[in-house]
């Protein structure tokens, strides 16, 4: 058997891979990634303040994919032929494979005119400390922080980090006694941002930032960045700084890969996470536009869970029995303040909103956890 492939090293695929030794020892697992790593996406919030270094989220995976008996090859996919079970890589390689699980990520939307005017805190590493740099050195003016969602995918938006990210700044710049220096400002299209967390969410968050004195501009259609401007169609947003996260779409490389996409360019998947049309291929995570409620959330929690009931329901069809794993609708978040933060937990049945001191040194904990366990 040619065995199992994952594409891309991304949350989804190492807790894939963990499931997948779990239930089976032999079974051959190949990676396809550019690099042999994980970056830690969660933290790059705290580069800009000089809490987290960049390098300290750039996790090395050799050790894990050795302990857990894993083939990995260096590349990028870019196609795929008779009906998923070969995939093409930039690097002229054809690689066969038994079963798929695409957990690829995603991508931002940079169509906007003049967006190159603003920096994405979710580009990675270097685009955190590109944040961190430009925030050292200014000593007063104006920061503008907004996101925008997929107009043909509302769901495919990622709002979290922005509002952690104008938190965490907003505190640093508290605790520097930097804070009168500068005048903040959020911006959205959306009149009530951040809905998946829940509409307790939203209006808490709001009033947070009417009590920091953070003005916002929101329900108005973006229009295009400058050098130091914001242009909405309800007005312009003078900036000296701007940090902005686009709506998501799918990877690149699925788009003429003749997988079923949805309308915001992400790979269809059925309830049990399969692709429909390809037999035994699997997506989770960003890459994937997945059967659920609206708020279903695009973060590291759920590429998770929908790498471990992936990896149990491809296990389950290479055996011959129908795929019966489901993963949970679940979002569970604290949005970190680095004073303290908020809890947001909600599935289909329940909500839950806290607030406490408490959550910032949480988070950072969970951080260690997650990493220390894959360095092993």
């Given at each position: 058997?040619s065995g199992?492939t994952?594409v891309?090293?991304?949350f989804?695929?190492v ?10 020892a032999r079974?051959?697992?190949?990676v396809?990634?550019p690099k042999?790593e994980l970056?830690?996406?969660a ?11 960049g390098n300290?989220?750039?996790?090395p995976l050799?050790d894990?994919?050795?302990r ?5 090859i260096?590349?990028?996919a870019c ?7 070969r995939?093409?890589t ?5 690689l066969?494979n038994a079963?798929l699980?695409?957990?690829s990520?995603a991508?931002h ?9 603003a920096?994405t ?7 955190a400390?590109?944040?961190q740099?430009?925030l050292q050195?200014?000593?007063?003016g104006?920061?503008a922080f907004?996101f925008?969602?997929n107009?043909?995918?509302p769901a ?8 952690e990210?104008?938190?965490g700044?907003?505190?640093w710049?508290r605790?520097t006694?930097?804070?009168g ?7 959205s ?5 951040g809905?998946?967390?829940?509409a307790?969410?939203?209006a808490?968050?709001l009033?947070t ?12 259609k973006?229009v ?15 900036a000296?700084?701007i ?9 690149a490389?699925?788009q003429?890969?003749g ?10 998947a ?5 692709v429909?049309?390809?037999a ?6 960003d890459?994937?536009?997945?059967a659920g409620?609206?708020?279903m959330?695009?973060?590291?929690h ?10 149990a329901n491809?296990?389950d069809e290479l055996?011959?029995?129908a ?13 970190d ?8 937990y909600?599935?289909?049945t329940?909500?839950?909103?806290l ?15 997650y990493?220390?366990a894959?360095r092993?």
């Amino acid at each position: 058997m040619s065995g199992i492939t994952l594409v891309g090293s991304s949350f989804g695929a190492v807790s894939a891979i963990r499931a997948l030794r779990k239930r089976d020892a032999r079974v051959p697992i190949n990676v396809l990634a550019p690099k042999p790593e994980l970056i830690y996406n969660a933290s790059l919030i705290w580069v800009p303040t000089g809490l987290r270094r960049g390098n300290a989220l750039r996790v090395p995976l050799q050790d894990f994919f050795a302990r857990h008996n894993v083939r990995f090859i260096a590349g990028r996919a870019c196609g795929l032929e008779e009906a998923g079970r070969r995939i093409l890589t930039d690097a002229g390689q054809t690689l066969e494979n038994a079963g798929l699980i695409i957990a690829s990520g995603a991508r931002h939307i940079k169509k906007l005119p003049g967006i190159e005017h603003a920096l994405t805190i979710c580009d990675g590493i270097e685009a955190a400390e590109a944040i961190q740099a430009r925030l050292q050195g200014m000593s007063g003016g104006t920061i503008a922080f907004g996101f925008a969602g997929n107009p043909n995918e509302p769901a495919a938006v990622r709002g979290g980090p922005m509002f952690e990210l104008l938190f965490g700044i907003e505190t640093w710049l508290r605790r520097t006694r930097q804070r009168g220096n500068f005048r903040l400002v959020f911006f959205s299209p959306a009149a009530t941002p951040g809905e998946r967390l829940g509409a307790r969410a939203v209006a808490g968050l709001l009033a947070t930032m009417q009590r920091r004195g953070i003005e916002t501009h929101l329900g108005h259609k973006l229009v295009r960045f400058e050098e130091r401007a914001v242009h909405t169609e309800g007005g312009s947003i003078s900036a000296d700084l701007i940090l902005f996260m686009p709506g998501l779409t799918g990877p690149a490389w699925v788009q003429d890969s003749g997988l079923p996409l949805s309308p915001g360019g992400f790979v269809r998947a059925d309830a049990q996470l399969r692709v429909p049309g390809c037999a035994r291929c699997y997506v989770v995570g960003d890459a994937g536009s997945h059967a659920g409620p609206d708020w279903m959330p695009k973060q590291a929690h759920m590429a998770d869970l929908q790498g471990a009931a992936a990896a149990a329901n491809l296990l389950d069809e290479l055996a011959g029995k129908a795929p019966t794993q489901i993963a949970p609708a679940e979002l569970v978040c604290i949005v970190d303040s680095l004073d303290g933060g908020t809890l947001v937990y909600r599935t289909e049945t329940r909500s839950l909103l806290l607030r406490s001191r408490l959550f910032h040194p949480a988070k950072r904990w969970f951080e260690r956890r997650y990493i220390a366990a894959l360095r092993g």
